[in-house]
């Protein structure tokens, strides 16, 4: 991982504690979460759990975690809602690698769901996940007010939705065919990745009480990581170590499809994600030392190699 | 359609005007959810609208309705999150019909969603809809009560996932090389068809405050056309006509499954299917004859010929 901008390493040694910490923690969660029944559906829940636990870089439920630190959040709550957003994102990895679809083979340097087990339990196992993360953002455990648990399951089902990252990967598998120009990309990753970001940065604010008109700020430092992630992503496409990476590069290229690195090159994309990451830690300002860990989180985003 | 038992002429002539009606208002309440984009993802709305508009029997939406009718709801709301109940029974047969699920080519009389679009396009649409459910039941509008929300959004969730819908199907999908006994048949419809039809009652007693300990009755009502129907299910499964159901039947047979009427032979899966019906009604009697519509949905479970 290389850190660059100011204090860096301080930024550095934080962040690599923090996410461990997290890992452990969203690891232990689904791990509850999911115990295995006495019943035929033990192969679903085994699924489930090959999928959710261990593996991830926990990126999403960092950001929930450490925004709602910034207003008081109890960790336990916000590890739980964390986990509800992390849910999501992974059964859309699980959609996402069937043979339908991305056709991979390797995901966190594993074989993928589908190909560990079979392509319908994968299905399952995806679509359990998802009703699972609304089965937690409803409970009255650890959420006891109702009115902020319906606001985190709005937020969360608009960002995977039609509107969120579902109809971003629509406008993305279109993208074989049609020739989309930066404003378009734009637009369909800030569907397909930065919706559920978003909303997690979202649900931070929401569980910490914040109200809509007090959120711009975070609404505006997720918007640029969300593109500054995506275009590390396309970055890593073209340059990244698939051993590290744990999953098939070079995908962009073969499918002839447009990115930020095909539309502004290496360099320019690059500069502008670096760019964007400095843009997104300006919006943090109001917060000083207590964001330090997010500003990290938006600097590890671009940097990393997996 | 036969429909047996007291009073009968007067329930179908009834229960044909209402179901006719909630056709069209859920037909009606989709079509408004699901404007077509100006963008890309207008492939995956039509798909949506393609699955979700026309066509379904409207059980579940209906049940909901009625239900919610005995305790003064009114009817916009209980439509609107009747639609989110349907957009989750939606979501699951396209996903069930997908190749290498059941790989059906043939729903509601027309082609699968994945033979009319493709495989990816279905799971895509699929996952919306899901998503869509929840988006539907989190919005103030038209239920302004966030405790209502929240419960409703915990009942359809806990019904879809691994304890309910999706655990039933893998739990299905087992039955093809387990020789499952009647109670664990039981137990298996319980949880594939019967949790999201118990679901539908008892949201509509949600959206009608009734607590939880006022909602025995219904449960059990629930519970006894949940079991009826799929009885119901498999019979049509070996007797029904294939031009009339809109959809292959004779399945059970060619997988080598236990259904209840290969254990309990065709005249006894009949009769136990009536009894239940007349079982469930029992359960209505403190409604009277406010429970009319809901005692002729019972009658029709069983009697229908799709």
Avoid: W
């Avoid at 559906?41 to 959710?52: N, P």
């Avoid at 700020?217 to 051993?243: C, P, W």
């Amino acid at each position: 991982m290389h850190v660059v901008g100011e204090g860096a390493a301080e930024g550095e040694a934080l962040l690599k504690a923090a996410l461990g910490a997290v890992q452990g923690e969203v690891d232990s969660c689904f791990d509850a979460l999911l115990p295995i029944p006495g019943d035929a559906r033990a192969r679903l829940f085994e699924a489930m759990r090959y999928a959710a636990i261990g593996g991830g870089k926990r990126v999403r439920p960092m950001l929930l975690v450490e925004t709602a630190a910034l207003f008081g959040v109890g960790r336990e709550a916000a590890i739980r809602v964390g986990c509800a957003v992390e849910a999501i994102h992974v059964y859309s990895l699980i959609h996402d690698d069937l043979p339908c679809m991305d056709d991979d083979d390797l995901r966190h340097g594993k074989p993928t769901l589908h190909r560990q087990y079979d392509d319908a339990l994968a299905v399952l196992a995806g679509d359990s996940l998802h009703a699972l993360a609304f089965e937690i953002l409803a409970d009255a455990n650890p959420i006891p007010d109702p009115f902020i648990r319906a606001e985190l399951v709005a937020t969360l089902a608009t960002a995977s939705g039609m509107n969120g990252m579902a109809g971003g990967q629509v406008m993305d598998m279109a993208a074989e065919s049609e020739s989309y120009d930066l404003h378009s990309i734009t637009r369909l990753q800030q569907l397909k990745t930065g919706a559920l970001l978003g909303a997690a940065v979202e649900m931070g604010a929401i569980l910490g009480r914040v109200p809509p008109e007090g959120r711009s700020h975070l609404r505006a430092y997720a918007r640029d990581i969300g593109l500054a992630f995506q275009i590390a992503d396309d970055l890593l496409d073209v340059e990244g170590d698939e051993t590290l990476a744990g999953k098939a590069l070079r995908k962009d290229e073969g499918q002839g499809k447009q990115t930020f690195v095909t539309l502004m090159g290496v360099d320019g994309a690059r500069d502008q994600a670096r760019a964007l990451v400095e843009q997104a830690v300006g919006h943090l300002a109001s917060h000083g030392d207590d964001a330090a860990t997010l500003a990290a989180l938006a600097r590890y985003i671009v940097e990393r190699d997996r």
